[in-house]
């Protein structure tokens, strides 16, 4: 694996979400897995460095594009170059 790549790319825009994310933060290093998460705060930067091929992602699980569309060319960047979708868009649009 790519020592540049996380094993799971996570966005969130909900603070409500950060418990579901300290789980995730837990369990990942357990089992030798990592972790990046992107809230509306760090957005901007990490899409910057994800176009550069600062780094990339294994997985990818989105839980904002659906309610905050600042999030979308994140999630179409990822659909684009992730090879695990967690939660594909039309799914969750559908649900």
Do not use: I, K
């Not at 990592?34 to 509306?40: D, G, K, R, Y």
């Not at 990822?78 to 594909?88: E, G, I, T």
């Amino acid at each position: 694996m790519d020592p540049r790549a996380a094993d799971l790319l996570l966005t969130y825009d909900w603070p409500y979400d950060e418990p579901f994310l300290g789980l995730w933060a837990q369990a990942l290093p357990t089992a030798g897995r990592s972790l990046f998460t992107v809230n509306p705060q760090s957005l901007a930067d990490t899409f910057e460095r994800l176009q550069w091929g600062d780094f990339t992602a294994c997985a990818f699980l989105d839980r904002a594009a659906d309610t905050d569309l600042a999030f979308a060319l994140l999630e179409a960047w990822a659909a684009a170059h992730v090879p695990l979708l967690l939660n594909l868009a039309a799914d969750r649009r559908r649900v």
